[in-house]
């Protein structure tokens, strides 16, 4: 284990548009030290590394080789993901990797395996476990103030300006597909939400006329009976993008927007102590919203109103579920709108970084933990198994546990994900 005195040396591999993010979004977190940044292309690498005044190496192999890199940040394309955190963490370094953990379940585990038989840590950059938001809804449902969902809708109308023809994006064997490469984020999001492991899915796929696959649904069968649907569509201009994200909690809604998310509405029917107790949240916005390396810009905002004996004074009843609730809540959480949106990306990142600092310090185990990226590629896999086959399929069993074989080597391109 890391000791807690010395600062954790941070190497990079990958050194286009995300590997700077990532650089610039740790950029004075404590406990961390940019040591090294890697990339065959040489101009990249040198670029990034005298913008930190550290040295650019041109592989995983010489960063490797450095007494001062405990730790490695993988930001390549997919394909590379789980060739390149085996050999770091066979290296003794603790890894923090960009989504998808890897491109296929089997080799997700493989990784997991190796993280456990080295004892470092290993994080998975789900951002959207890091999201203030979310977090804030989790303790919602924890307290009962929201009953757990019983269904999660996600549309993603996203853009495809920049992913042209040729783009690594399009092909299966380098990106994974659609539900590997991007959809991983939203599986592993509502697993964290709905509290459960997901049981099967049904999917389809749509290709564009003369072109790709550019439009995937699912539909992920969770235990209970609760259903969780997803629709990713890479059609768009910039310009034209929208996301949402809705919880049904059965006596309430949630809807979220953006795939960043930057605001929660909550519309809830509810008793009096249930009125009493939303009618807090506002004084609680500080701890409800608080997420460990996520530094707050002061700007979030938590509002609610309730109007008192909207409904009949009757119970209410569905789904076999009877309620007194005669009063209507609605609730804000606002992080400050669309506008926030690059901040609230930039600092998720930085706090899932945070979290391998910890756990490299302190022990224990990531948020976005090894199984959370297992699991999120398990569905991705069975997700395109069926649209390509038109059949329902069950979810892979998640274990991390047992014999396998390690991935691949690491395909040699290191141009930055989207």
């Not at 590379?80 to 491109?103: Q, Y």
Request: glycine fraction near 10%.
């Amino acid at each position: 284990m890391t000791s807690a005195a010395a600062p954790l040396g941070l190497g990079l591999v990958g050194c286009g548009g995300f590997g700077a993010y990532v650089l610039d979004a740790v950029a004075g977190l404590p406990g961390l030290r940019p040591t090294a940044v890697a990339d065959p292309d040489p101009v990249r690498a040198r670029a990034l590394g005298e913008r930190y005044g550290i040295p650019a190496l041109s592989s995983l192999e010489e960063l490797l080789e450095r007494g001062d890199v405990a730790a490695v940040a993988i930001a390549t394309p997919p394909a590379a993901h789980a060739a390149m955190a085996t050999a770091a963490l066979r290296a003794g370094r603790h890894v923090f990797c960009e989504k998808p953990l890897a491109t296929t379940a089997r080799d997700a585990r493989a990784v997991a395996r190796e993280a456990e038989r080295a004892g470092r840590a290993l994080v998975v950059d789900h951002v959207l476990r890091y999201n203030p938001l979310l977090r804030a809804l989790e303790h919602l449902t924890a307290e009962g103030l929201l009953d757990a969902p019983r269904r999660f809708l996600f549309e993603n109308d996203a853009s495809d300006e920049d992913l042209g023809p040729g783009h690594w994006f399009w092909d299966r064997s380098h990106s994974g597909g659609i539900f590997v490469e991007h959809g991983v984020h939203f599986f592993d999001a509502a697993r964290a939400l709905l509290g459960s492991d997901p049981l099967s899915v049904r999917a389809t796929a749509v290709r564009r006329p003369g072109g790709p696959v550019d439009m995937v649904s699912a539909d992920v069968l969770h235990p209970g009976g609760v259903l969780a649907s997803h629709l990713h569509s890479f059609t768009h201009a910039h310009r034209c993008e929208r996301q949402l994200t809705r919880l049904d909690h059965g006596f309430a809604e949630t809807r979220i927007e953006g795939w960043i998310p930057v605001r929660a509405t909550v519309s809830a029917w509810t008793d009096e102590a249930g009125a009493a107790a939303w009618e807090q949240l506002p004084s609680r916005t500080a701890e409800l919203l608080d997420v460990d390396g996520f530094r707050p810009h002061g700007g979030e905002r938590i509002s609610v109103t309730v109007e008192r004996g909207a409904g009949v004074p009757d119970p209410a009843r569905g789904r076999g579920v009877e309620r007194a609730v005669p009063h209507h809540v609605r609730a804000v959480l606002d992080l400050g709108g669309e506008a926030r949106k690059p901040y609230v990306y930039s600092e998720s990142v930085r706090a899932a970084v945070a979290d391998l600092v910890r756990v490299a310090h302190h022990g224990g185990t990531p948020v976005a933990d090894a199984l959370s990226g297992v699991t999120a590629v398990a569905v991705a896999e069975a997700a395109t198994l069926a649209a390509d086959t038109g059949t329902e399929q069950p979810v892979g069993a998640v274990p991390v546990d047992g014999a396998g074989p390690a991935p691949a080597s690491a395909p040699q391109y290191f141009q930055e994900p989207s």
